[in-house]
């Protein structure tokens, strides 16, 4: 299968020219797209003594990491390349991990692959505490929008997805900036397409964030569950009709019922001083444990339709690839 590497660049010269050079053994093309990057890394890589398979991109406009991505994913879906990995330029991932990371969806078992930093205990040591606790939180609110409970460490960068795939995806959807891979997990999610971890090592080196983590926590849980109500609703009442779907909404009666009774009970026990029967207290209760009970065995349903089977070997490319 033709492989091509999307490198997004933004504030990364120092490191681009290692990480293309280290890039160019595993890949058939190369994009590196500069997103109106400060330091002219456009420029610098043109400068290079690069083979003619790495070309340059440039966003007049930066539009983020997800933006850079998905203007590298039309250039090499647009060049008829099969397989799209997406590399960061920051030197964290090791180029030579790109095998491993597109063997399951050369062999048809997989749609989109990613880096998993968490596979190791003894790597997960190197990494910077803040780091740590943020992808734990972050993981379980990305497993709850996109439906994928088998995967960890959602924000990843690196990532390989299999062209039939990204074609069916909207790609102008798709969040531009930090909540790129999240975003694009419950995406993939809404096709059902096949996802799988690859355990990988990250670099620590002096390499800089450009995101702001505390300030990002809001944002992420929101459009987290947002896209989790969505996946809902997509998943189990337009697509589909289950025994799920019925255990959904019996929960939108069951748990304002709970709540409503609760609450008149008490209002009326507190204006007039008299405790509230245990009959009273049971039927308040009751609608919440039935809730509860309901609640338990949704997810379970949900966690056993996680997706295990690869998505495109049963699509037919949109696309031919280009003629040389």
């Known amino acids: 299968m033709s492989v091509a590497v999307v490198i997004p660049c933004y504030r990364v010269k120092r490191h681009i020219a290692a990480v293309v050079a ?12 500069d997103d109106a990057c400060p330091e002219g890394t456009a420029e610098f890589v043109r400068g290079l003594k690069l083979p003619q398979s790495v ?38 991932m090791d180029a030579s991990l790109i095998p491993y990371l597109i063997e399951p969806i050369a062999s ?24 740590l606790v943020g992808n734990a939180g972050l993981s379980f609110l990305t497993k709850l929008a996109s439906g994928y409970w088998t995967i960890f460490d959602p924000t990843n960068g690196f990532t390989a997805i299999h062209a039939r795939v990204l074609e069916r995806i909207a790609l102008d959807r798709i969040a531009p900036r930090y909540f790129f891979e999240s975003d694009l997990l419950f995406r993939l999610g809404t096709l059902r397409a096949n996802v799988v971890d690859v355990p990988m090592v990250a670099h620590y080196g002096d ?18 569950l947002r896209n989790f109500s969505k996946r809902l609703f997509y998943n189990y009442f ?54 509860m009970q309901l609640l338990l065995a949704f997810l379970s349903y949900d966690v056993e339709s996680t997706p295990r089977r690869a998505l495109h070997r049963a699509l037919q490319p949109l696309r031919k690839r280009a003629d040389p």
Not at 207 to 224: H, Q, R, V
Not at 282 to 287: D, G, K, N, Q, S
């Open 22 to 33: 280290d890039a160019v053994t595993y890949a058939d093309a190369i994009y590196v797209v």
């Open 55 to 92: 070309m340059v991109l440039v966003n007049e406009v930066n539009l983020g990491v997800g933006g850079a991505t998905i203007a590298g994913y039309r250039a090499a879906v647009a060049d008829g390349h099969e397989i799209i990995v997406k590399l960061d330029g920051d030197g964290q």
């Open 108 to 131: 048809g078992h997989a749609d989109y692959t990613k880096g998993n930093r968490f596979f190791n205990v003894q790597d997960v040591r190197a990494m910077p505490f803040t780091r």
């Open 207 to 224: 390499e800089k964030s450009n995101l702001n983590a505390p300030a990002m926590a809001l944002p992420f849980f929101f459009k987290n």
């Open 238 to 291: 337009l697509r589909d009709f289950s025994v799920a779907s019925v255990y959904l909404l019996l929960l939108m009666i069951l748990v304002p019922l709970g709540g409503v009774l609760g609450v008149i009970f008490w209002a009326r026990s507190f204006s007039t001083g008299v405790p509230a029967t245990s009959g009273e207290v049971m039927l308040a209760a009751l609608p919440l444990v039935l809730a």
